[in-house]
């Protein structure tokens, strides 16, 4: 066909016309975060009543008496909570908006006989009713943790603004308070009692009213969110799961992570003929897929349509992690989104890789010096693993963890030794001269997942810190060299984020930006191991295949990046259990799975 629009999706399409119409929402946000700071500002400043914005003050929702200053407040705070909702068109964001502002009016005309700020009000409330199409989305996938995030939020931001308000009168204090005494006279204010400080005439009533309405909206605000209904995040069905190992199994060997699909604590999507799939995660709004989609290429464009509906039905910012290069032509073309190069994976092709030679004498003499210590190591298919050994292996593998949470979430299964991931690869270093410790002779541990049925991709590397250096080093090695008794062909290593800069950065004759970028890159490898993972993937000779992220807008990328790294577990926003509880959790879990496997294997 000529021209090639008439052959993309509809998204493209919209692209190609222009943004979407999304400017009465961002305005309508906008109105309502100024309008708050306003009412706020109103509320608790006693000389903005006289200032140049008295006139636009005096026509703002809410009143200005002791009552009226604690219902500023509240007003002011609530818009300024619903201004991100509406931003991203949420439905419920919406009605609250339409219940608050009529409230704001007959406030304004019941306590000032304003009916300039009723008008005001209802103003506001105009475009919202008569856009109300484009509010549309859906709410997030929720949890009580919402609960506990927005009482220490609220709380800190309420004691804040507290302080404000109780030091915001000086000419009506009664004598020289300490900050110790006013935050005392916050604290007690906000559960509505009197503290130390005290004012002249009506202040106190002022500042008395106004602490206990930002105490009561976040009591209120609070509870809200810990007893109302739980939506926890989406995850996979079995019946999901059945349909992706399908689609892996036909089409498993184009995409090396094809098998992190598998995920749990992922949803998935399917084109309506069912013969592709994209899955993803929600964090913080973004709506994250990982990998190229799953199944028939010729399927894509309707699997990547199916997420891009469910993207705009809850208003998230849709992104993708980690595509190949065929992958982010194909969401570009199908979507009108832009990609961006990410970094690149090293894949070590088995038939090429050898000890022998200069550039492998490093691991090579590594690898030799660890042997010589005592070292022997096992490579197995999951399923060859005994049941004693496999609970073995999984209790090391949680209890090596270098950090509180699991990390990964495009590159990482989550899980070791389920009955369903029997083809998964695993590689152990054992020392039998060693002191037998809980985990027997057990030092060091590879995980790898399918890639097809000629490929293997690596999920996770755990050691016992008592153990030699040079323990990963020692299973790639064992791993790439057994690799040919299991008919494997090709080995995906680990991700390396920013490769490229990495190394035309330390070439001679690179220019001083591409040296700064390096340089920049450098010095955040000592939190997020940048360098270290591309030096690492460097030594065994790989070849490398880029890797994508694809955005909506450039602006999006600082909020997709921070929602990569929360669903990589670099970031974590919950609060962790202690470890003994950690382990308690996970060793019934572990009693519970080793049951249930059990009962696999006898049926």
């Not at 856009?131 to 919402?146: E, G, I, K």
């Not at 800190?156 to 110790?180: E, F, N, Q, R, Y």
């Not at 989104?337 to 090579?364: C, P, T, Y």
């Amino acid at each position: 066909m000529s021209g090639g629009v008439p052959n993309r999706s509809r998204w493209a399409r919209h692209a190609l016309r222009g943004p979407r119409p999304e400017a009465v929402p961002v305005l309508v946000a906008r109105a309502c975060a100024i309008v708050g700071l306003l009412d706020i500002a109103a509320g608790v400043f006693p000389r903005f009543r006289h200032s140049r914005m008295h006139t636009m003050a005096e026509v703002l929702p809410g009143a200005l008496g002791p009552f009226a200053a604690a219902l500023s407040l509240s007003t002011g705070v609530l818009l300024l909570l619903l201004a991100h909702g509406l931003r991203r068109r949420k439905r419920r964001a919406w009605r609250a908006a339409v219940a608050l502002l009529p409230a704001g009016a007959v406030a304004q005309f019941t306590y000032r006989h304003s009916p300039v700020g009723a008008l005001i009000s209802l103003a506001l409330l105009a475009p919202l009713l008569i856009h109300r199409d484009q509010f549309r989305a859906l709410p997030d996938p929720r949890s009580r943790w919402r609960a506990l995030a927005n009482f220490v939020l609220m709380g800190a931001g309420s004691l804040a603004l507290g302080l404000v308000i109780v030091s915001a009168h000086p000419k009506t204090l009664v004598g020289d308070p300490s900050l110790a005494d006013r935050i005392t006279h916050v604290l007690y204010g906000l559960f509505g009692f009197e503290g130390p400080v005290d004012y002249q005439g009506n202040t106190s009533w002022t500042v008395a009213f106004s602490l206990g309405a930002l105490g009561l909206l976040t009591a209120i605000t609070t509870i809200y969110l810990a007893f109302r209904p739980e939506h926890p995040a989406a995850r996979l069905t079995e019946d999901d799961e059945a349909r992706l190992r399908a689609l892996l199994d036909k089409h498993g060997g184009r995409d090396s992570l094809g098998h992190f699909a598998l995920r749990r604590d992922k949803a998935v999507v399917f084109s309506p003929s069912g013969k592709a799939a994209v899955t993803y995660r929600v964090v913080s709004g973004v709506m994250l897929a990982s990998g190229d989609p799953i199944g028939d290429v010729e399927a894509w464009p309707g699997a990547i349509e199916r997420f891009m509906d469910e993207a705009q039905a809850h208003s998230w910012t849709p992104a993708v992690m980690g595509c190949s290069e065929t992958g982010g032509e194909v969401w570009t073309r199908e979507t009108g989104l832009d990609a961006l190069e990410l970094g690149d994976e090293a894949v070590v092709d088995v038939a090429d890789f050898s000890l022998a030679g200069r550039a492998m004498r490093n691991v090579r003499q590594m690898v030799k010096r660890i042997e010589r210590a005592g070292y022997e190591t096992r490579v197995r298919r999951v399923r060859d693993l005994g049941d004693a050994e496999l609970e073995r292996v999984r209790r090391a593998a949680d209890d090596w963890r270098g950090t509180d949470t699991e990390r990964g979430f495009s590159m990482a299964l989550g899980r070791i030794g389920d009955p369903t991931d029997g083809d998964c690869l695993i590689a152990t270093a054992h020392k039998a001269d060693a002191v037998p410790g809980e985990y027997g002779d057990l030092k060091a541990i590879l995980h790898f997942v399918p890639w097809g049925t000629d490929g293997v991709s690596l999920d996770l590397m755990r050691r016992d810190r008592s153990a030699d250096p040079g323990m990963n080093e020692l299973l790639i090695v064992a791993a790439l060299q057994a690799a040919p008794k299991f008919d494997i062909t090709r080995v995906s290593l680990n991700f390396a984020m920013f490769r490229a800069a990495l190394a035309r950065g330390e070439k001679i004759g690179a220019g001083p930006v591409l040296r700064a970028w390096r340089g920049l890159l450098v010095f955040l490898s000592r939190w997020f191991q940048i360098e270290s993972l591309y030096k690492f993937n460097a030594k065994f000779q790989p070849r490398w295949e880029p890797r994508f992220v694809v955005y909506r807008a450039s602006g999006d990328l600082p909020r997709i990046g921070f929602a990569a790294m929360q669903a990589e577990g670099f970031v974590n926003l919950a609060l962790p259990l202690p470890r003994f509880l950690r382990r308690r959790r996970n060793t019934a879990r572990a009693c519970a799975h080793a049951v249930g496997e059990r009962d696999v294997r006898a049926a």
